[in-house]
């Protein structure tokens, strides 16, 4: 019942430097999701993939990429770290397979915490 | 520009009493409407949801109201109680968008005992 697991849950980085978060989820589920969550400005979407071979950019992806690396796996990439991007990132799942069949709620993980100095 | 206004921003309630939480929307093309419950430390958890089709969908203490003509919707949480205590965050979704969902910028409510 692991449901979507993110790692790390907590990473300290230098303005500059590159990261990867990792997420994998075991409900098979077709759509993924990266969020961003600041105080006061909710869930930004990031990037999402509706499904295994496809991304597309969300409300705010500059500084970020992404990697749908199979079914199970949604990888999110910063390339050049900057203080603007410390913030909560959460990746979530849902059965959705993009335009015409939608309207799946949105599975969770618990979220890693990311402060950039 | 937020797709999703929720309000209040913040919430305190005595046990008991019931609590509510307000969103509106512009787009008429949404038609999924959930809520979710988050508490520190941990993800967004689906609480409940609703369609347009119906007014009204309540779930023990939790219900959603539906005014379909105002583009709003609400949480009420009857008989709050201190474990109800969690940021909650309304969200909308439109099944030709990839099924993203726009989310409302949260609300933290503290039900005091």
């Known amino acids: 019942n692991a449901g979507v697991t993110q790692t790390p849950k907590f990473q300290v980085l230098k303005t500059g430097q590159s990261m990867t978060l990792q997420c994998a989820q075991d409900?098979?589920?077709?759509?993924m999701y990266w969020y961003r969550q600041d105080p006061g400005m909710g869930l930004r979407l990031i990037y999402y993939?509706?499904?295994?071979?496809?991304?597309d950019k969300g409300e705010v992806p500059n500084g970020y990429n992404v990697s749908r690396l199979n079914k199970r796996e949604f990888s999110l990439r910063l390339e050049s770290a900057a203080p603007s991007q410390t913030s909560v990132y959460f990746c979530?799942?849902?059965?959705?397979?993009?335009?015409?069949?939608?309207?799946?709620?949105?599975?969770f993980g618990d979220g890693t915490r990311l402060s950039i100095l | 520009q937020q797709q999703v206004k929720q309000s209040p921003q913040s919430l305190i309630v005595q046990k008991g009493g019931i609590s509510i939480i307000n969103c509106a929307y512009e787009?008429?093309?949404?038609?999924?409407f959930p809520w979710y419950q988050q508490f520190p430390g941990k993800g967004p958890a689906l609480l409940i949801a609703?369609?347009?089709?119906?007014s009204e969908k309540k779930e023990g203490r939790f219900t959603i109201s539906f005014n379909k003509s105002a583009k709003q919707f609400s949480l009420h949480i009857m008989d709050s109680q201190p474990g109800d205590s969690a940021t909650y965050f309304c969200?909308?979704?439109?099944?030709?968008?990839?099924?993203?969902?726009?989310f409302g910028t949260g609300t933290s409510l503290t039900v005091i005992p």
């Open positions: 993939s509706a499904s295994e071979g496809t991304t």
């Open positions: 609703i369609r347009p089709d119906v």
């Open positions: 409900m098979n589920h077709n759509s």
């Open positions: 979530a799942s849902s059965e959705g397979r993009g335009q015409g069949v939608g309207n799946q709620p949105q599975h």
């Open positions: 969200a909308a979704s439109w099944v030709n968008t990839g099924n993203q969902f726009y």
């Open positions: 787009n008429t093309a949404f038609d999924y």
